[in-house]
């Protein structure tokens, strides 16, 4: 009985200290960097880009790093997938090269995802790139040195469900049968002493969990790997699938106190603006895990019409590429990256480091962003009119304030001001492709 008394009176202590363990000033300073960075990379890459859609000579339906579930393929015969992973063309400074062009400030890869194999050394277990693969080279080691020497944040992704640790079978995905799962064991022996060695060795900014659908984890499972992670390292930023709170592919918590720092959109951005931070990740084809067969690419504009709209609602972008098995990045990806980081070249400013806007839009074309000191808004116009005669109306705009098109200089460049209304007749000679922004200054 005092056992009881002992155990309820620390979850509520719990409780109530998970919400006021940090003060809002606090927290806006741990997540500054994050929300002022605004695009990143994620990068999902392992075992599966070597089956890369295929088994046994038939094109297998759904992501790329399901193969293993979704062509029920046994561990042991995926753990031949695993001994053929050998990417000799891996570069890390080329990829960190990629993805500073692309305007990327952080990147978040896979450390382990679903198939539980890690890319990393890890002593905790033997199924990882150094020990299991022929590859033999540390590539989160790799990587984390090769983007720290670019500026780039280096982040984690870490799938909590694993189909691989015999412990963690999921009673939701019983193909892989072992005789005694032992959830806890694995939680505490495995799950955690892995995350120790990814935080103690490499220091990611970030930790990305996912996976945490499954029954065997909860939302008390999930703060108490939260406290665990944070203190480790304080200034960690963690996403809201460490616990049970997102509302599925919409991302964002279904409850109040849910454990994590931001929501998670996948595939998809959210409606509008969100009092609680988020981060809409997204594939560029159709599957995260390379396929040989996926073809079905976003073009530029889209991508950067969606990095554009998610910034005006005030949300991270976080754009997904599945490099190949030989360790090279399919041709389409690269090109689709160089042309973000083109448009980010001239219209960089009103992306990284502003705040999105309730009013986030103005017509089907225009996107707002301000900048933190709230004096200057950003009209990002997506589409001109056939007449190129832009009408912005929900801007504040007095004869002192200050208007220019970024990227561009020289004339004709007209701007009226009618009744607080700016008319704009945008130039013959557009800077660059895709979307235009119109920078006003108060
Ligand atoms: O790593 C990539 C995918 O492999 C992984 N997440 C991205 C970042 C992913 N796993 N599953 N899915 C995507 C789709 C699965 C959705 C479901 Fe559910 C899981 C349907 C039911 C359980 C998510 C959780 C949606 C509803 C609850």
Same mark, same amino acid.
């Given at each position: 009985?005092?056992?009881?008394?002992? $155990?309820?009176?620390?979850?509520?202590?719990?409780?109530?200290?998970?919400?006021?363990?940090?003060? !809002?000033?606090?927290?806006?300073?741990?997540?500054?960097?994050?929300?002022?960075? =605004?695009?990143?990379?994620?990068?999902?890459?392992?075992? *599966?880009?070597?089956?890369?859609?295929?088994?046994?000579? &038939?094109?297998?339906?759904?992501?790329?790093?399901?193969?293993?579930?979704?062509?029920?393929?046994?561990?042991?015969? *995926?753990?031949?997938?695993?001994? &053929?992973? +050998?990417?000799?063309?891996?570069?890390? /400074?080329?990829?960190?090269?990629?993805?500073?062009?692309?305007?990327?400030?952080?990147?978040?890869?896979?450390?382990?995802?679903?198939?539980?194999? =890690?890319?990393?050394?890890?002593?905790?277990?033997?199924?990882?790139?150094?020990?299991?693969? #022929?590859?033999?080279?540390?590539?989160?080691?790799?990587?984390?040195?090769?983007?720290?020497?670019?500026?780039?944040?280096?982040?984690?992704?870490?799938?909590?469900?694993?189909?691989?640790?015999?412990?963690? !079978?999921? =009673?939701?995905?019983?193909?892989?049968?072992?005789?005694?799962?032992?959830?806890?064991?694995?939680?505490?022996? *495995?799950?955690?002493? &892995? $995350?120790?060695?990814?935080?103690?060795?490499?220091? #990611?900014?970030?930790?990305?969990?996912?996976?945490?659908?499954?029954?065997?984890?909860?939302?008390?499972?999930?703060?108490?790997?939260?406290?665990?992670?944070?203190?480790?390292? #304080?200034?960690?930023?963690? +996403?809201?699938?460490?616990?049970?709170?997102?509302?599925?592919?919409?991302?964002?918590?279904?409850?109040?106190?849910?454990?994590?720092?931001? @929501?998670?959109?996948?595939?998809?951005?959210?409606?509008?603006?969100?009092?609680?931070?988020?981060?809409?990740?997204?594939?560029?084809?159709?599957?995260? @895990?390379?396929?040989? +067969?996926?073809?079905?690419? /976003?073009?530029?504009?889209?991508?950067?019409?969606?990095?554009?709209?998610?910034?005006?609602?005030?949300?991270?972008?976080?754009?997904?590429?599945?490099?190949?098995?030989? @360790?090279?990045?399919?041709?389409?990806?690269?090109?689709?990256?160089?042309?973000?980081? !083109?448009?980010?070249?001239?219209?960089?400013?009103?992306?990284?480091?502003?705040?999105?806007? /309730?009013?986030? /839009?103005?017509?089907?074309?225009?996107?707002?962003?301000?900048?933190?000191?709230?004096?200057?808004?950003?009209?990002?116009?997506?589409?001109?009119?056939?007449?190129?005669? %832009?009408?912005?109306?929900?801007?504040?705009?007095?004869?002192?304030?200050?208007?220019?098109?970024?990227?561009?200089?020289?004339? #004709?460049?007209? %701007?009226?001001? &009618?009744?607080?209304?700016?008319?704009?007749?945008?130039?013959?000679? $557009?800077?660059?492709?895709?979307?235009? %922004?119109?920078?006003?200054?108060?």
């Amino acid at each position: 009985m005092r056992k009881i008394i002992i $155990l309820l009176f620390a979850l509520t202590m719990f409780n109530t200290t998970w919400s006021q363990s940090e003060s !809002k000033a606090d927290r806006d300073k741990r997540m500054e960097w994050w929300r002022d960075a =605004a695009f990143g990379m994620f990068i999902h890459w392992g075992v *599966y880009s070597v089956p890369a859609g295929q088994y046994k000579g &038939q094109e297998v339906k759904g992501l790329g790093e399901w193969i293993m579930e979704d062509a029920k393929i046994p561990i042991s015969e *995926y753990e031949q997938f695993a001994k &053929q992973f +050998n990417p000799q063309k891996f570069d890390a /400074k080329e990829w960190a090269r990629i993805a500073k062009d692309a305007g990327v400030k952080y990147i978040v890869i896979t450390s382990k995802h679903h198939d539980g194999f =890690a890319m990393w050394d890890s002593k905790v277990s033997d199924y990882d790139i150094v020990d299991f693969s #022929p590859f033999k080279r540390d590539i989160l080691k790799e990587l984390t040195t090769a983007c720290k020497a670019a500026g780039i944040k280096m982040c984690f992704y870490h799938s909590i469900m694993d189909w691989h640790q015999p412990d963690a !079978k999921a =009673a939701k995905y019983p193909h892989q049968s072992t005789e005694n799962p032992d959830w806890e064991n694995y939680r505490e022996n *495995y799950l955690k002493p &892995q $995350l120790k060695e990814l935080i103690t060795n490499y220091d #990611p900014e970030v930790l990305w969990f996912d996976g945490e659908w499954i029954d065997e984890w909860t939302e008390p499972q999930g703060k108490d790997l939260y406290a665990y992670l944070k203190s480790l390292k #304080p200034s960690l930023i963690i +996403n809201n699938r460490i616990g049970k709170g997102r509302k599925g592919m919409n991302g964002m918590n279904a409850y109040e106190d849910a454990a994590g720092d931001f @929501g998670t959109p996948e595939q998809e951005i959210l409606e509008g603006t969100s009092d609680f931070d988020w981060e809409s990740c997204m594939t560029m084809n159709d599957t995260w @895990g390379f396929k040989t +067969n996926d073809h079905n690419w /976003k073009s530029s504009e889209k991508l950067i019409h969606n990095l554009i709209d998610v910034a005006a609602k005030g949300g991270n972008y976080l754009l997904n590429i599945g490099p190949k098995a030989d @360790g090279t990045i399919p041709p389409e990806t690269v090109s689709r990256l160089a042309d973000m980081g !083109k448009w980010l070249k001239v219209n960089g400013e009103a992306i990284y480091g502003t705040n999105g806007r /309730k009013d986030y /839009k103005e017509g089907d074309n225009i996107r707002f962003t301000v900048s933190k000191d709230g004096k200057t808004t950003y009209a990002m116009i997506t589409k001109l009119p056939a007449d190129r005669k %832009v009408i912005i109306s929900s801007v504040l705009v007095s004869a002192s304030s200050k208007i220019s098109l970024l990227g561009y200089s020289n004339g #004709p460049w007209k %701007v009226d001001r &009618q009744n607080g209304k700016l008319v704009i007749d945008m130039p013959e000679k $557009l800077p660059g492709e895709h979307a235009w %922004v119109v920078k006003i200054v108060n």
